[in-house]
């Protein structure tokens, strides 16, 4: 759509300020099953939307197709949306930041033949097949790439462009033995198929599920516990809205009014930062055009900041943070963090077994979505991992709940781990030890 016709069209339609966001999406999926390609796929999506600022209140309209033809209709529903809105939200078009930063990712080398990538998957299948007789089957062998270009032009004179792309691929893996089953699965994101050590991934995936084989339940009690770096991970990612400027404005965060102060035991520094080299989340601007920056949401265990978007900072007389950001072109801009992680420590895993001496490993935890209180962080779920005795790992656990307050436990952190985690929402969490859990057993 040409964006300079549309701004010159609205102005003289009596649409005030308006605002031009374009995202096209292009994706690929690739599965192999059995050494056969099971599917594969190439899809686009996208669309624009459209916000203006008509007699004082902001209207909308969300197309697929970006024609020219369709001008004239977009400012008529813009213009009709505006008139039906009864809600006097503080939103507004951004007329730029001052300057935007500029993050030097490494290029994706993914160009390359889709039979070379079905070649890569049927090996990663047929190594992980032949890595262990407990492996019953390979479930699942799949490689995905997307690439999001996204464009935000308004009248006031602000035009950006960005470009982000990923690639992964995953399989997922069940083990059994003595009439016991497991299934795991683990990820990579890659830039190349050629720098990917594919025996490392196999090793390592092959190591997590048959460890995980013959596992018993532990006695109900209080137990000192290591999160290990994924459970955390998932833990951590499903409490980011405690540090929602919007949440913590409507009272539904636990964090209202605590900023500058203790909220987590000291040894505990968590960073957004959305100019990270290859991570996950980076941007350089937001979804409003607020150019992000790197900021201690945390720091040694003190609430420095409130993540916030342009509405959120206006309803707590703030400055937007640079993390409003939609779940898709047609979404309403939300608050999110970034490339959000916990700073690692200097433990290792063993180093960390030692130090706790009899407790246990928790790497896996089941039933976030019904058992995690958001609001009170409050939760019962469902875990597995490993139980250590004299500093050693001894064998695996499973059908155990572990219960406790995310807020309360964060004050009794004893120990960082040197490994890390990072999840596709951009959470990294090492691996952390805790005072004290109770853990609900035979």
């Known amino acids: 759509m040409n964006t300079k016709e549309l701004i010159s069209r609205a102005k003289a339609a009596g649409i005030d300020t308006i605002e031009i966001y374009t995202q096209k999406a292009e994706k690929e999926s690739i599965n192999v099953y059995e050494q056969k390609v099971d599917s594969f796929t190439i899809a686009q999506s996208g669309g624009i939307a459209l916000r203006g600022l008509y007699q004082g209140k902001m209207g909308y309209c969300f197309m697929e197709e970006d024609s020219d033809d369709n001008i004239d209709l977009c400012i008529e529903m813009i213009k009709a949306n505006a008139m039906a809105i009864e809600s006097e939200d503080a939103v507004r078009i951004f007329e730029g930041s001052k300057n935007y930063p500029t993050i030097e990712n490494s290029e994706y080398a993914m160009n390359v033949d889709s039979q070379k990538k079905i070649a890569f998957l049927k090996e990663i299948e047929k190594k992980l097949q032949e890595s262990d007789p407990r492996i019953a089957q390979v479930m699942e062998t799949m490689m995905e790439s997307e690439c999001v270009d996204t464009s935000l032009v308004n009248s006031l004179g602000l035009e950006l ?147 916030h978007n342009q509405k959120s900072a206006a309803m707590m007389k703030s400055t937007s943070t640079g993390n409003g950001f939609k779940n898709g072109y047609a979404s309403s801009v939300g608050i999110r963090p970034t490339n959000f992680s916990i700073e690692k420590g200097n433990a290792s895993l063993e180093e960390m077994c030692a130090l706790m001496k009899d407790g246990l490993i928790l790497d896996e935890l089941n039933g976030l979505h019904a058992g995690l209180n958001p609001i009170s962080t409050d939760f019962s779920l469902q875990a597995s991992g490993f139980e250590v005795k004299n500093g050693k790992i001894v064998g695996p656990v499973n059908l155990i709940t572990v219960a406790g307050n995310f807020l309360d436990m964060m004050k009794h952190v004893e120990v960082l781990g040197n490994d890390s985690y990072a999840s596709l929402s951009g959470v990294e969490c090492p691996s952390v030890m805790f005072d004290g859990l109770s853990i609900s057993g035979k």
Do not use: W
């Open 161 to 307: 462009h960005k470009k982000e792309e990923i690639c992964l691929f995953y399989a997922v893996v069940l083990a059994s033995e003595n009439n016991d089953n497991k299934s795991a699965v683990d990820y990579r994101i890659i830039r190349s198929l050629d720098d990917c050590d594919v025996d490392a991934f196999v090793d390592e995936l092959k190591e997590k599920v048959v460890n995980k084989l013959n596992a018993k339940q532990v006695p109900t009690g209080k137990y000192k516990v290591i999160l290990k770096n994924e459970a955390m991970c998932s833990l951590l990612s499903s409490l980011t809205g405690l540090f929602n400027g919007e949440n913590v404005y409507k009272g539904i965060s636990k964090l209202k009014d605590k900023l500058d102060t203790q909220i987590f035991d000291e040894k505990i520094t968590i960073v957004d930062d959305p100019l990270k080299k290859d991570g996950i989340s980076s941007s350089e601007f937001d979804d409003e055009g607020v150019a992000c920056y790197t900021k201690k949401v945390v720091e040694k265990g003190v609430l420095k900041t409130y993540l």
